[in-house]
């Protein structure tokens, strides 16, 4: 199973998290923040 760690959860990060999930169902993927708040929209 693919695995992808994702540093930062605002527009770049939760654009790329999401793709990788349309492409990769299955993949594990983890989305870090050092921030308290991820991307409403994204
Ligand atoms: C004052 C201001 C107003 C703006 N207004 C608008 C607007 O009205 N409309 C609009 O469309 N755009 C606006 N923008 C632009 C918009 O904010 C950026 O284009 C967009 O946020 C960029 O997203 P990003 O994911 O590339 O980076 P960022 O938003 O910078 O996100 C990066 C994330 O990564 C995290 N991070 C970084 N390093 C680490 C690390 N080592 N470990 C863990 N986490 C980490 C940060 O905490 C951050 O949350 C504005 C920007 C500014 C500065």
Redesign the pocket.
Known sequence: MPKLVV?????????AAAKARRCCPEAEIVL????Y???YA?
Request: glycine content about 30%; proline content about 0%.
């Open positions: 540093i930062g959860g605002v527009a770049g990060g939760a654009t870090y923040d050092r921030d708040h991820m991307s994204g």
